[in-house]
């Protein structure tokens, strides 16, 4: 196992927000200490309104909301998320939000993910993906929004948020992008440029596909081979609608091999996370029994990408799991998914493959814990889950002894509650949630690996 890369600072922003180990204390000395100064995407902002008590202040608002999100999606830079910080200074200190101009409305951290969702339904297209994060220090809050790249470039205004008179904050059609540190609208030129790089980006990954694109649409690799596959309207090469089809699975199961093979052309586990909740969901529909070990392959590595664990899945791995955990370190260069794999091998018992981390990684990654969990290894199984989960789950109203869980004592059983954690993300995809769903897909690791 080699790891040579220096991961980049806005990857391990992401991997120590996603991971509830982390104190706010120490995201805001991350972000204070290693995060740059303001550039294409990152921006600083002292407070930041989703909405406002007069309609001409209810639309700038939303406006310079549009602008902030759709700017930094928009960024031509190879980087999967940028950030608004918010409750910092523009030299990146922590300062707590400001509330410089109230207007008898709300902050961005004042209100819900769907509220702020609602600012970019039918305003952009497509609208923006992003997750807020709220953080808190000495009593001050503050909170980090991290935004993803756009896939379908650019995000353009799809309505007009006019000021009294005939101007408008935004005109339906504009783009934005960052300029530096500043967000600007996009020329001509530029926009150009975006549509020459989206056909670019869609085409080289259909090329990506194409070695294992015969998987997929059944042709035969040295049929391939002599295929020009484009997405442009020129009259050279074959379209692709006329050689993938563009029927929708029938099944889960339909699915998730679509999924997987895409995987394999691609090289990627990307997969939503709403799209692994309906997984486990319908987890009895999945076919474990025809190929079972690639999908399971697919559903851990994904999960993983997502800060999860798919304990559930890796309990019925049929194969070689410390082979699969030697890949899934060996490819993973940044340490992407290091944290919530070392909660796995801690589960486990495998105490030779944390010391193997722990050794490779040498303190590189602040998400490693390898060295101080491979010397709990020796621990019984219930205390090396508590290691992490702790004592009890807090499911709803209710509180379970994870020593009972794990070992079946009682009425309460893991899968069960690991339906109930998914039928509440489904409903609101919180990061308490994530949180609950990582602490029963481990104690369910524990009771039946």
Not at 232 to 253: C, F, I, N
Not at 293 to 313: C, F, M, P, Q, T
Not at 333 to 360: D, P
Request: proline fraction near 2%; charged fraction near 30%; aromatic fraction near 8%.
């Amino acid at each position: 196992m080699s790891i040579s890369a220096k991961t980049a600072w806005h990857e391990v922003l992401h991997a120590i927000l996603e991971d509830p180990t982390k104190s706010d204390d120490a995201i805001t000395q991350f972000i204070e200490n290693e995060v740059p100064d303001e550039g294409e995407i990152l921006d600083f902002k002292q407070d930041l309104y989703i909405s406002a008590s007069s309609t001409y202040h209810n639309k700038k608002r939303q406006s310079e909301l549009i602008k902030h999100f759709s700017a930094l999606a928009n960024v031509r830079r190879p980087a999967r998320f940028r950030y608004l910080f918010i409750g910092f200074n523009d030299e990146g200190e922590f300062i707590r939000m400001q509330y410089l101009d109230q207007r008898d409305e709300d902050q961005i951290l004042d209100v819900d993910d769907d509220d702020l969702r609602n600012v970019f339904s039918d305003k952009v297209a497509p609208s923006p993906d992003f997750e807020v994060f709220e953080l808190e220090r000495n009593g001050c809050r503050g909170g980090v929004v991290a935004i993803r790249q756009a896939e379908q470039v650019p995000l353009v205004a799809e309505s007009t948020l006019r000021k009294k008179g005939s101007s408008a904050f935004v005109s339906e059609g504009q783009a934005y992008t960052r300029d530096g540190s500043k967000t600007v609208r996009m020329g001509s030129d530029d926009f150009a440029a975006m549509i020459r790089y989206r056909e670019e980006l869609i085409t080289s990954k259909i090329q990506d596909l194409t070695q294992g694109l015969s998987q997929v649409i059944g042709i035969p690799d040295d049929q391939l081979a002599n295929i020009d596959l484009n997405v442009t309207q020129s009259d050279d090469g074959v379209p692709v609608r006329d050689l993938v089809t563009t029927e929708a699975p029938e099944t889960v199961d339909e699915e998730l091999k679509t999924a997987v093979k895409g995987s394999k052309g691609a090289g990627g586990y990307e997969c939503k996370r709403r799209s692994l909740y309906q997984f486990l969901v319908q987890r009895d529909s999945v076919d474990l029994d025809e190929k079972g070990d690639e999908k399971i392959e697919y559903l851990v590595r994904a999960s993983l990408r997502n800060h999860l664990h798919g304990a559930y899945w890796l309990s019925q791995y049929n194969s070689d799991i410390d082979d699969l955990v030697e890949r899934i370190i060996a490819e993973d260069i940044n340490g992407y998914t290091i944290s919530s794999l070392e909660r796995i091998l801690l589960v486990l018992g495998k105490r030779s493959q944390l010391s193997e981390i722990a050794e490779e990684y040498g303190g590189r990654f602040q998400s490693s814990h390898a060295s101080e969990y491979s010397a709990k290894c020796k621990r019984a199984v219930a205390e090396r889950v508590s290691e992490y989960v702790g004592q009890q789950i807090k499911i709803r109203d209710s509180a379970y002894s994870v020593q009972d869980l794990v070992h079946g004592i009682g009425a309460a059983d893991p899968e069960r509650l690991m339906d109930q954690v998914i039928e509440d993300l489904l409903a609101n995809d919180s990061a308490d949630g994530r949180n609950k769903l990582r602490n029963v897909e481990l104690t369910y690791l524990a009771a039946n690996a």
